[in-house]
């Protein structure tokens, strides 16, 4: 049996579909409920995401997603319903953007991995643009911080209280002090604002080479409560910091905040990538 044989790939192997040409693909309406989505309004948000991320591999998603209509029943008539043919790397960007936390978005990255986004976007990463580098390590961001909640919870860091404090000891390790609340107010941002939502391309990776460092010695020194927890946090962050100073870098705290946020630049370049679906469409 080999690796995507196994049956814990069988729910993804059943709902894949193979056109008369040969070529495989998954529909979007099928694969939604198996990621666990039970509501398509909240799996097309995803899909969007993962739209602008094969924008920025360089591909041109209107072959990874390709527009079809579904018709299902509705009461004594039909009707026609928004659906994709979701490629194999369609599919891999689409779990890329899920909880990596949960069991079956572990699953379907291994299962729809023949080729990373990470290696694609590599590839070409120095032509995007500031903002679209943004999005490519917010997304990184997003995930490592996960994983990182879940190291932290590992080691004790248990109430919304304690894991308050351990977010403010990793920023004030790198921020020289500075904690959460004192970055939100010196970058000017409203009440709602994520302070991450809020950084160029070089804080947030300065910020990513934190929260994967952290949640690296979490694991590797087994720490087994908050407190230490905590000092290990701001330790990276310190180290971190130190970094950027040996090599002559700008401080986080000193770098510009971007005009536009995270959740802007993303609607629009989904904006773009629909517009230029919608015309190639019509041609």
Not at 18 to 46: C, I, M, Q
Not at 104 to 132: C, K, M
Not at 149 to 169: L, N, P, S, Y
Not at 196 to 220: C, P, V
């Amino acid at each position: 049996m080999t690796k995507l044989e196994a049956p814990e790939y069988e729910q993804f192997e059943n709902i894949k579909r193979t056109r008369d040409d040969g070529s495989e693909h998954w529909s979007a309406r099928e694969l939604a409920p198996v990621l666990g989505y039970t509501e398509w309004r909240n799996f097309s948000k995803v899909i969007d995401k993962a739209m602008i991320a094969c924008s920025n591999s360089g591909r041109n998603t209107i072959y990874d997603f390709v527009d079809v209509d579904k018709i299902v029943s509705a009461g004594a008539t039909t009707k026609s319903i928004e659906d994709y043919e979701l490629s194999r790397y369609a599919c891999y960007l689409i779990v890329q953007n899920g909880d990596p936390r949960k069991e079956v978005i572990a699953l379907g990255q291994t299962y729809f991995a023949i080729q990373t986004y990470r290696q694609e976007v590599a590839d070409r990463f120095n032509q995007l643009s500031e903002d679209r580098r943004r999005l490519v390590i917010r997304g990184e961001v997003k995930q490592w911080n996960l994983l990182l909640a879940e190291a932290a919870r590992d080691a004790g860091v248990i109430t919304g209280k304690e894991f308050a404090h351990f977010q403010d000891c990793g920023y004030m390790g790198l921020y020289g002090g500075l904690t959460m609340k004192d970055i939100h107010k010196k970058k000017g941002l409203g009440v709602r604002d994520k302070i991450l939502d809020f950084m160029g391309g070089t804080e947030l990776g300065a910020n990513l080479f934190r929260i994967t460092q952290t949640e690296e010695r979490l694991k590797h020194d087994a720490v087994d409560n908050a407190a230490d927890a905590n000092v290990v946090h701001h330790e990276v962050g310190c180290k971190v910091r130190n970094a950027i100073k040996d090599i002559g870098g700008t401080m986080p705290e000193d770098l510009p905040t971007p005009d536009k946020s995270i959740a802007q630049v993303e609607k629009e370049q989904i904006a773009e990538i629909k517009q230029k679906r919608r015309f190639m469409l019509d041609e």
